[in-house]
């Protein structure tokens, strides 16, 4: 089992920007692929970011390539989302996931094994 567990959502102006962390606890965290997902109300969750289990692998969905990034610390268990110049379309709950995939980025929500409880991020126009 993997426990994970999100942090750092809130509220922000449009154009500013946020970092979301995720602490993983239970198993060999440099196991895991991970990524980040996110739903909106009334939206099916979607797929935001992923990196492999040595973070020399991402992918992003086109709606934040070249605004978010992706990063991880092994030796402090957590993966990292920083987000800037942010829209209100990015208003949403932000999901951390795990998956025993780990060699490559996945960004299927499907694979992932394990999902924290999530974090509320929005942004005010």
């Known amino acids: 089992q993997v426990q994970l567990v999100e942090s750092g959502g809130g509220l922000v102006q449009a154009g500013g920007s946020l970092r979301l962390s995720c602490a993983a606890s239970g198993r060999t965290f440099s196991n895991y692929g991970m990524a980040w997902f996110r739903q909106a109300p009334g939206k099916e969750r979607e797929f935001v970011a992923a990196?492999?289990?040595?973070?020399?692998?991402?992918a992003y969905a086109d709606s934040v390539k070249g605004r978010f990034t992706i990063s991880r610390d092994n030796a402090k268990n957590t993966v990292y989302l920083q987000m800037n110049s942010l829209t209100p379309e990015d208003t949403a709950v932000y999901y951390c996931?795990?998956?025993?995939?780990?060699?490559?980025?996945?960004?299927?929500?499907?694979?992932?094994?394990?999902w924290g409880q999530g974090t509320q991020v929005t942004v005010s126009s």
């Open positions: 996931a795990a998956t025993q995939r780990s060699l490559s980025v996945v960004t299927m929500k499907n694979v992932y094994d394990y």
């Open positions: 990196i492999n289990w040595s973070g020399g692998t991402t």
